[in-house]
């Protein structure tokens, strides 16, 4: 290391030595930041009874005994039955109904399951077909652009027979709880109060308008987001255009246009009529699996309160594996405590595992959990196409949300297309969290648009062995300390590929102690083709963090005060100082193994292939925190290249790159 200034120099040496008292992660994907293994409960199940399901068997009835071959004939009936140790098999087929389970497992080996036959596929919807569509009338549904014509537009009365349990999903507006935030939202309130309830035509959704004219040409405003005027790649694999509703003031009559001005008689059509498809009748149950099922059409609303399509209701002890969750208003599965008003439960929340399902085109969330936690295990999950309700600025919508999580390992998961959100957001303290072996690809915006976003918190937390590309900003750390972000491959950022921010433009106490985004160790990444005119591949609010063995491409786009290329940024105080690497060495101690070299990469975020090319010397650098596996799981000893993979130098063409 070159000499230093001695106050400078006394500042670094204090850093390095209180992280040598840190706890140290090994090379298992398993350990957590403070070195202990992730808390995994899950046994071998061994069911006493086996209930059945299958709505297409001519002698299905609930009044059964739910045997193979007198099988119930809704999943709502097994529910009430089901006891400790016992499964539901269910067969393929469409359901559509609310499930109720009425209690929940006794232990680790006494669970309740709930899974789809071997093979099936099982949907399970909160939406109905309807045929009774007729002409409208009495409505000015506007002038078609291209005829002169007026629109041929069909109407539908909600009757009560729709909603069985009082829940008009089209009177109810997004947002109905706890509406401070909203204050940040103006530029955007017509999503805030468009209507819950959603229509489909043959499987794709209407584009909501606010008046009947608007039937006939495109909205004017923000909620427009299916027209040609405002449409967005979102919706790419939507187009051709399916059509608007216009939901009267009462929420007691639809009026909708079709593409094509085709008559709905020649189309399946539904309307989502329930706010959730499954959560416990009672709070805080336990010891429940969900296997296998296709989650479809919810019409919740925007949190809080955080209210699923899939809920464990408060519980803990919930496995969710290989389902999907699909078309949810607002929230896909939520794990936590439902509301931050909510009282502290009898036993935390969380010991929930979710592996293996995929979280597609859910309007605000995939997965949430608010209220703290606890041993959440999230890993090879699939997470798309989540946040087109772009309800940014309300500052709940992600992929995954989660608040005062303890223990989370998220490991092995692919995020990719996410609009109007980030891809994880665990926000206000967080615990040992260990986010590692992941995939985040396309996820780009204006507000919150950061792959990872951890907020206001003070203990360690780790970042590692991901692979992030094409997107606004890799991690963000906002008013958080103690983050460990180490060996991760950081491509084609639009701005910084690790930036730094405080909520109140400057130190921010958070219960009682001020978070000032310091301790923050960024140790072994490879940053290519990062940071923008404005912004450079790392961008820290302050020096009191430690920054070495990081590889930067040659190619580097980050841009100081005149334009010159940089690789750092310190923001404050005022002015800010830019540095190259020689400067980063020299005036910060920074960097003593850090390097630049002649790698290019290039990644496909749908066929999940990855292309790296290097071209001269590569060094090696010393392991940082035991952190001697790579992404795929391959061990390394001794020095290890900066990124996320072992064989960085040997390995040539296109990588595979699915963690799941």
Known sequence: MKSLPFPRLATALALVLSLATAPVATASDSTLPDGTEFSMWEQPQNFTKTYYVNNRAANADDTGPGTSDRPFKTIYQAAQVLQPGERVVIAEGVYREMIRPARGGTGPDQMIS?????????????????????????????????????VQAWALQLTPDLFPDGYNSFQVDNVI??????????????NYFRRRGMVFVDGKPLEPVESPSYLAAPSTRSMNFFSEVHWTPLFEEFMPYAGKVWIETNGMSLHIRLADDSNPADHTIEIVTQEQIFSPAQRYQSYIRVKGLHFQHAANGFPVPQRGMASTNRGHHFIFEDNTFEWANSVGLDVGNEDWAAARPPTPTG???????????????????????????????????????DAARMSESAGMKLHNSVNLLFRHNVLRHI????????????????????????????????????????????????IFSDLTSAILIRDTNNVIIAHNLILDTAEAGIATASGLGGPRPI??????????????????NSGGADHSPIELMNTDNLLDG????????????FGSPTLIRVKFPEPPVWH?????????????????????????????????????????????????????????????????????????????????
């Open 114 to 150: 709930y899974e789809a036959a071997p093979g099936a596929n099982v949907v399970v919807k909160g939406s109905k077909v309807v045929t009774n569509w007729v002409p409208s009338e009495g409505w000015n549904t506007g002038i078609d652009p291209d005829t002169g014509e007026p």
């Open 177 to 190: 709880g706890n509406r401070y935030w909203i204050n940040y939202a103006r530029d955007n309130m017509a």
């Open 351 to 389: 010991h929930t595992i979710v592996r293996g399902n995929t979280f597609r085109y859910c309007g605000i969330e995939g997965l949430g959990g608010t209220g703290g936690p606890t041993d959440l295990l999230v890993e090879r999950n699939l997470f798309e196409w989540i946040g087109w309700q």
């Open 419 to 466: 609009r109007h959100g980030n891809g994880l957001w665990i926000d206000i303290a967080n615990v040992n969290a260990r986010i590692t072996g992941n995939l985040f690809a396309d996820i780009p915006g204006d507000v919150n648009p950061h792959a990872v976003h951890i907020e206001g918190s003070s203990e360690l937390n780790m970042i590692d062995n991901n």
């Open 511 to 528: 219960r009682g102690r001020t978070l000032a985004a310091k301790n923050l160790e960024i140790y072994g990444n490879l940053f290519l």
């Open 550 to 561: 990081n590889l930067y491409g040659r190619a580097a786009r980050g841009g100081g005060r």
């Open 580 to 660: 190259n690497l020689p400067s980063a060495q020299e005036d910060q101690g920074w960097e003593e193994h850090g390097s630049q070299a002649g790698v290019t990469a290039e990644l496909d975020p749908d066929t999940l292939e990855l292309t790296l090319t290097v071209e001269g010397d590569v060094p090696s650098v010393p392991v940082h925190r035991g952190i001697t596996a790579d992404f795929y799981g391959k061990p390394i000893s001794g020095t290890r290249t900066a990124g996320p993979f072992a064989d960085l130098l040997t390995h040539s063409g296109p990588r595979k790159i699915d963690p799941r």
